[in-house]
């Protein structure tokens, strides 16, 4: 059973960071685009960032571009999402996903899903 465990949420101001993690065996690692997703109450469940299987190749949604920092770490098994300057419309629950498909922007996409993080940002 694949596992993606995600840890580093929690509340913080306007302005500030958080980073998450989440981290997963080798075996899913290793042969998987990584992804960040967010829902937020009432909304769909929408595209973040990702980072590639090979070469390590990131793509970002463009509310977050420049704010936010998607990561691998392959000896740890953990890809990270560091998250600077949020916003409140950054709260959501955030998470990680493993997956290769075609569509990186997509959920459909993505196999295996952790359990989520949350993130509240306060004006």
């Known amino acids: 059973q694949v596992q993606l465990v995600e840890s580093g949420g929690g509340l913080v101001q306007a302005g500030g960071s958080l980073r998450l993690s989440c981290a997963t065996s080798e075996r899913t690692f290793s042969s998987a685009d990584m992804g960040w997703f967010r829902q937020a109450p009432g909304k769909e469940r929408e595209f973040v960032a990702v980072?590639?299987?090979?070469?390590?190749?990131?793509y970002y949604a463009d509310s977050v571009k420049g704010r936010f920092t998607i990561s691998r770490d392959n000896a740890k098994n953990t890809v990270y999402l560091q998250m600077n300057s949020l916003k409140p419309e950054d709260t959501a629950v955030y998470y990680c996903?493993?997956?290769?498909?075609?569509?990186?922007?997509?959920?459909?996409?993505?196999?295996?899903w952790g359990q989520g993080t949350q993130v509240t940002v306060s004006s």
């Open positions: 996903a493993a997956g290769g498909g075609m569509v990186v922007v997509h959920p459909s996409s993505y196999s295996y």
């Open positions: 980072i590639s299987r090979r070469y390590s190749s990131t």
